[in-house]
Nanobody, 121 residues
Framework: QVQLVESGGGSVQAGGSLRLSCAAS????????MGWFRQAPGKEREGVAAIDSDGSTSYADSVKGRFTISKDNAKNTLYLQMNSLKPEDTAMYYCAAGLISSGGYCYPNYWGQGTQVTVSS
């Protein structure tokens, strides 16, 4: 049974930082690509960052230079370090795992339940 459990969300002021974590279990963690997605109220879910099984990373233009995705295969944990947060980063953040990646996008097979990030101005 695949499980992805996010943590680390919260409320911060603009310019602040947060680190999201996603603990994975129930599958061969190192073989999958993984990604962070977010969904703001009234908007579609969008990809934020992805990391492939070989460690290569990709980012949405809106977060490049501010967010860093990483993973610890020994701990089966995915991270998203978010710096210089802006009010427009406010959203529910989801981690996902997938078998297929293409063009820097990880196509999800499994989703976590999400963690809320709120950035105030």
């Amino acid at each position: 049974q695949v499980q992805l459990v996010e943590s680390g969300g919260g409320s911060v002021q603009a310019g602040g930082s947060l680190r999201l974590s996603c603990a994975a279990s129930g599958y061969t963690y190192s073989s999958y690509c993984m990604g962070w997605f977010r969904q703001a109220p009234g908007k579609e879910r969008e990809g934020v960052a992805a990391i492939d099984s070989d460690g290569s990373t990709s980012y949405a233009d809106s977060v490049k230079g501010r967010f860093t995705i990483s993973k610890d295969n020994a701990k089966n944990t995915l991270y998203l370090q978010m710096n210089s947060l802006k009010p427009e980063d406010t959203a529910m953040y989801y981690c996902a795992a997938g078998l297929i990646s293409s063009g820097g996008y990880c196509y999800p097979n499994y989703w976590g339940q999400g963690t809320q990030v709120t950035v105030s101005s």
